[in-house]
């Protein structure tokens, strides 16, 4: 075995998806920035060929031959890292690893399954830490590898999260393009609330495919309107133009609801926002819960983050990240 170092840490940041989500998986662009919240991964290999996994209350510690049923026949706290376990196979295939294990230690800021990619920045990290185990880092590789590895959480993937945790920045995704960075004229003030409902994004996506299996053509039509509210978007952002970027933040929402991905605590979050100065508010990810964003305006955002905290949900003033994964 020709390891680089015995012990490697990686972080890699949360996402906010600022437009598109959901129609992104139907070939649409997606406008989706980085924040600054983290991941953390330390991986240490041992002898014992056994994956150790810790993260928070959970943990799982199985032999690195296990087959994918028997990490599925355990309990829940084991089964939500199925996804990490099976970063570990992958790197451990690819690297021809016999003999070996590891120890992985996960530390997240993210709140896991609202909507904030906490998924995706635990694969992009941990992979990310096990490959610096034998090479310096190579972000194409690490998205490529993470991006696979996110397809055991939802198969439907387009695979924005893991570039954006990649990468970092704010990044517009057209498929038939790929990605471009954005720029924004000025600074823009983004506040984040979690509603404490979690979802499963898989279990929405597939809600979202029967939806537009049954409204096929009104299915196209919300999509046209999400497109052109992205291509808005981006002149929005490099003109500076604020009060424009808001309204188009609640415009996407409307079609997300439409779509049926809100919540009545959703819709109790975006309300709060609006009633309070906030330039426009949608949710942000899959929805059925989770997490929505508002656009404050820069000089008044501690005034209006006091007012909006004073009600539901947990708020939190959050800046974008331009680092992407990055050893530690
Ligand atoms: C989940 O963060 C975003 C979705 O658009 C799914 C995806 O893009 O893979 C709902």
Known sequence: MNTHINR???SAPAKVILFGEHFVVYNNPAIVAAINRRIRVSAQLNDMSRVNIKSGENSLCVPVNSNDSDILSHDNSSISLFPIFKCVKHVF??????NVGVNLEIESQIPHGEGLGSSAASCV????ALYSLFSDLDKNQIYETARLMEQNIHTNSSGVDCYVSTFGGIVNFEPEKGFSKIRPKKKFTLLIGTSGIKHSTGKVVSQVRQFRQKNSSFFDDLSAKAH???KKAISSMNEGNESELGSLLTENHNLLSILGVSHPEIEKLIK???DNGALGAKLTGA?????VIALIPNDSSKEILAK??????????VEFDYDGVIPV
């Open 93 to 98: 295939e690819e690297k021809n690893l016999v």
């Open 308 to 317: 909006i905290s004073r009600g539901p949900g947990k708020w939190i003033l």
């Open 272 to 274: 709060i926002c609006l």
């Open 8 to 10: 490697a840490v990686s």
């Open 287 to 291: 929805g059925k819960g989770g997490a």
């Open 228 to 230: 052109l509210i992205c």
């Open 125 to 128: 990290s941990t992979v990310a």
